[in-house]
């Protein structure tokens, strides 16, 4: 059976910390994302990778940055946590092949205060 | 990039056939649509994807305008672990680096 996972479900994280969320795929995929979800406003994407060492933009990179050493692990990281940081992350995989559905993670639930 | 527009919310009898539209207007000749669906708790899960033919899967169908502008997710027999909020996406980019713009769905709501 196919897999995402990441780190922590629920994760509570003081205002100024450094934050790393974790994900790791075990299905050889080359892409994954990172997604914030918020009430209201669906999935926005954070960055994604297509390849190890390579990373791409999405449509919210402010104040996040990503890792990717490994084919399978992708990190996002919030160099000084923000209370408006406090959302749902979704971290994904897909193939960059022409079928490429992405598969999701079970979210990491943070909480900045 | 491409939108997509949705219901906010719609119920459906079980046992009848849930149709969930979605309106993707600004859509390019070459990028797909996808649809997918979010259980409470649960990252989102693949339902069905096509380009400009209608398709089917065990899940459900997707039928898609000619001019593509407009689709529909047909759930041929809801159940009540359907209910869910449901995704429809276009996926944008080229090859080896697509990514998907979500709207912010439909809440569908199964009644027994």
């Known amino acids: 059976d196919v897999k995402v996972t990441q780190s922590s479900r629920y994760l509570v994280k003081r205002t100024g910390e450094k934050v790393f969320l974790e994900c790791v795929q075990d299905m050889d995929h080359e892409n994954m994302f990172w997604y914030r979800q918020d009430p209201g406003l669906g999935l926005r994407l954070i960055y994604f990778?297509?390849?190890?060492?390579?990373?791409e933009k999405g449509d919210i990179p402010e104040g996040y940055s990503v890792s990717r050493e490994k084919k399978e692990r992708f990190s996002l990281i919030l160099e000084s946590a923000s209370t408006n940081q406090t959302s749902m992350y979704l971290c994904a995989s897909s193939t960059p092949g022409l079928g490429g559905e992405q598969y999701f993670g079970p979210g990491t639930r943070l909480t900045v205060t | 990039d491409a939108k997509t527009t949705q219901p906010t919310s719609m119920d459906c009898a079980e046992g009848r056939a849930a149709n969930l539209p979605c309106n993707h207007s600004t859509i390019s000749g070459n990028e797909y649509v996808y649809w997918y669906r979010q259980i409470h708790s649960q990252g989102p899960q693949y339902i069905i994807h096509?380009?400009?033919n209608n398709e089917t899967n065990e899940m459900a169908s997707l039928i898609i305008t000619e001019d593509r502008k407009s689709s529909t997710l047909i759930l041929p027999h809801a159940t009540l672990r359907d209910t869910a909020v449901y995704y429809c996406i276009v996926r944008v980019g080229t090859s080896g680096t697509y990514k998907y713009i979500f709207g912010t769905g439909t809440r569908l709501k199964v009644l027994a």
């Open positions: 096509g380009l400009k």
């Open positions: 990778s297509y390849d190890v060492k390579m990373k």
